[in-house]
């Protein structure tokens, strides 16, 4: 169960990841996790796996990726404006509790939630950082992250990605958001309207040109990129909250909630054991149809940061539309599927070991 008060003896190497957790722009000194910070949050009867070791080299892409994408199958399935009215998520949004959870149900799918746009305004960088998403570790090094990190120079302008009032405009040295103090520097937090109970909180802010209750619409200017806080360059962290704007575990994946960038699409991803166990810390390897390569770990909190809707347990956003195939290796085997990246929508890949 998810304690948010770790022992005592763990809190010196919490505070020595967190140290680092939110470094896009420089590779912290690897050390080991302290085992206290995944034991702290994962559920009692998960036992993590190993994460594969990352190949030194990339891995060749099967033959069927060097394939034209169909491009009837990049049309765009769902227009993410016409998904359910807010009113829809307020009998079954989760509350933290109900969050831990790790059996997935039969089917994999749901209506998506692309509400919200891109949070980097003027031009700036708006892909996340590829190799610490949501829920990963870098490689044991970092506590899992609550976020998406978007790399960009200090002074980048930073937008609403969404229509909301400013719940909190100002230093986390007086309200935290963070697991500590001074651990988002500058932070917005805005209360967005597309969704009953989501919030969008943005940290290490360089400026603040906002206020607490001003209303905001999607795409507003509101501050820009900065270094503050726990960060070791400049960087943007956006996390969604649900329900408590004001708890750190109260986080679901934003790539999920975002708007895919233009040509691109989502992938909601699983991969569990027998019928449907979600197994934490599971690198998956995505070859997609620009020919690249993807990787992201399943989530290392279990089932506690899965979306209700789709209780997937890693996801990637922003991937090109067309075929992707994902690989991931599980109790020695390897699995695979193909799935389709709709443009501007979601798909959904699960990986099944035995
Ligand atoms: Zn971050």
Not at 68 to 96: G, K, Q
Not at 147 to 162: E, F, K, Q, R
Not at 254 to 271: E, K, N, S
Request: charged share 10%.
């Amino acid at each position: 169960m998810i304690t948010l008060h770790p022992h005592p003896r763990a809190a010196a190497a919490l505070v020595l990841a967190f140290a680092v957790a939110c470094s896009p722009t420089t590779t912290p000194t690897p050390s080991p996790l302290p085992t206290a910070v995944i034991a702290v949050n994962v559920a009692p009867t998960a036992t993590p796996s190993a994460v594969p070791s990352p190949s030194a080299t990339a891995p060749a892409a099967p033959a069927t990726l060097t394939a034209t994408p169909d491009a009837s199958t990049t049309t765009p399935t769902v227009d993410p404006s016409a998904v359910a009215s807010p009113t829809y998520w307020i009998p079954i949004w989760p509350t933290n509790e109900s969050k831990v959870f790790l059996r997935a149900p039969d089917t994999f799918g749901g209506d998506p939630h692309l509400y919200f746009g891109r949070p980097i305004g003027g031009g700036g960088n708006n892909f996340a950082v590829g190799d610490y998403r949501f829920g990963m570790t870098r490689d044991n090094t970092l506590v899992a992250h609550h976020g998406l990190d978007y790399g960009n120079a200090s002074g980048t302008p930073v937008v609403s990605i969404g229509n909301g009032v400013v719940y909190y405009a100002g230093s986390d040295h007086e309200r935290v958001f963070g697991p500590r103090e001074d651990f988002y520097g500058n932070v917005i937090v805005i209360q967005l309207n597309d969704a009953v109970s989501a919030y969008a909180v943005y940290g290490h802010l360089e400026t603040v040109d906002v206020q607490s209750g001003q209303a905001v619409s999607e795409g507003q200017y509101i501050g820009t990129v900065g270094a503050g806080g726990v960060a070791a360059g400049p960087h943007l962290h956006l996390e969604i909250r649900t329900d408590n704007p004001d708890s750190y575990y109260n986080v679901v994946n934003p790539d999920l909630w975002l708007r895919p960038i233009p040509g691109h699409g989502v992938l909601a991803i699983r991969v569990s054991r027998g019928e449907g166990l979600l197994v934490p810390g599971v690198r998956v390897i995505a070859y997609c149809s620009d020919g690249r390569y993807r990787t992201v770990d399943t989530y290392w909190y279990g089932g506690n940061l899965s979306d209700r809707f789709y209780l997937e347990n890693a996801a990637l956003g922003d991937v090109p539309g067309g075929p992707c195939t994902l690989t991931a290796q599980l109790d020695g085997q390897t699995l695979t599927t193909t799935v389709q990246v709709p443009v501007g929508g979601i798909g959904f890949a699960w990986l099944k070991g035995n």
